[in-house]
């Protein structure tokens, strides 16, 4: 059974920062590309980042470049997302998601992952 875990949300106060991970199962973690999305209330889901299979290319929204770092550990079959410099519109709901693809064309959009993770509550106050 493929499983994707997100863990380290939570409320935080802005300008601070927190680290979130998902831990991946049931599937070869090192040829899947994985990413972060997330939506907030009466939103769409939102891409945030992603990192390809070896973890050379990665890409970002523009409102999180210089905020936000992801990486990804094969050993451990895990993914992170990096958050500093927290903003009271970074409060969402994080999801995780993986894909077989490399393409960087299309990798920004939802309908790119088969697989999802349940989703981690962030809460940036002020």
């Known amino acids: 059974q493929v499983q994707l875990v997100e863990s380290g949300g939570g409320l935080v106060q802005a300008g601070g920062s927190l680290r979130l991970s998902c831990a991946l199962s049931?599937?070869?973690?090192?040829?899947?590309?994985m990413a972060w999305f997330r939506q907030a209330p009466g939103k769409e889901r939102e891409f945030v980042a992603r990192?390809?299979?070896?973890?050379?290319?990665?890409i970002y929204a523009d409102s999180v470049k210089g905020r936000f770092t992801i990486s990804r550990d094969n050993a451990k079959n895990t993914v992170y997302l990096q958050m500093n410099s927290l903003k009271a519109e970074d409060t969402a709901v994080y999801y995780c998601?993986?894909?077989?693809?490399?393409?960087?064309?299309?990798?920004?959009?939802?309908?790119?992952?088969?697989?999802w993770g349940q989703g981690t509550q962030v809460t940036v106050s002020s």
């Open positions: 049931g599937l070869t973690f090192s040829s899947y590309s």
């Open positions: 990192i390809s299979q070896s973890g050379g290319r990665i």
């Open positions: 998601a993986a894909s077989p693809r490399t393409s960087l064309f299309t990798s920004a959009q939802a309908n790119y992952y088969d697989y």
